[in-house]
């Protein structure tokens, strides 16, 4: 290959590594990233809510693990209690993984509405919603057509008073799970958790950078437990008011408990060697 022609094929690899920056995308643009990105991260933290209620019984409890003696069988249950573990702490780091726009976590939703000009925005699309009930006719007006006027009136004074009070919580709930999610972000208990992950799971490695930067506080059982419930308050607040849709992931828990409970429970064990 020339001079020339290998010049422009390391400027092609220049082009394609180069990254687009959240700061340099249109506004309406980050805002329809976050939410789709949000659809997808509530789908992936289910899994983990999902796998952990597992957990509580495969790994957490002796339900299963006192019904096997010392044997072949327990070398076999032991891979299957780590397995089980280990991707409950892979998939909750995957969604405090690093900032990327390829990436469906929350420190990239973050990024992408952490501007007061979006968050205002967002405040705006909340408050359009609630003003769209604010010409609504009454179900039982007044046959006075004066009084009738004046029902209407407040009816849709009180719908804008409303509407106003809704993008105002939009506005302070948004400031607190972003908040909420740097807090996390510069915790002990995440670094401790992504340590090993990356360390153990997802590489194998003699030293991570985290390490090479400093000590790192080795992960402890209950450190996942601790991240996930405190993760819970963040995606919910992020996924009501950026998708304009609330969502209880206790009820999921509640669901997901009385599954694995269903199944665990019943499971016995027997002939083992």
Known sequence: MSKRGRVKMKQKKKQKKKKIEIKDLPRPERISLAKAK??????????????????????????????????????????????????????????????????????????????????????????SHWV????????????????????????????????????????TELRQAIADARVVLGSERLGSIMNMRDKHLAHSLETTRREKDGPVQPMKYGDETKLLNGSIPIVERL??????????????????QNNAEALWTGCKFVDLR
């Open 239 to 256: 996924y009501c008011w950026v998708n304009g849709t609330s969502f209880s992931i206790e009820n999921s828990q509640e669901i997901d």
């Open 38 to 127: 949000m659809k997808k991260i509530i789908d992936h933290f289910l899994y983990v809510v999902e796998l952990h209620a597992n957990n509580s019984f495969v790994v957490f409890s002796p339900l299963l693990a006192s019904q096997i003696p010392n044997s072949y069988a327990a070398n076999a249950f032991n891979v299957f209690q780590r397995s089980m573990y280990q991707i409950e702490i892979v998939r909750l780091c995957a969604i405090w993984d690093g900032i990327d726009l390829d990436k469906e976590n929350i420190p990239t939703v973050v990024a992408l509405i952490d501007d007061d000009e979006i968050i205002e925005m967002l405040a705006e699309e909340t408050r």
């Open 132 to 171: 769209g009930g604010a010409s609504e006719r009454l179900l039982n007006p007044s046959n006075d057509p004066a009084i009738a006027a004046i029902e209407q009136e407040m009816v849709k004074a009180a719908n804008l008073q409303f509407a106003d009070e809704q993008a105002s919580t939009a506005r």
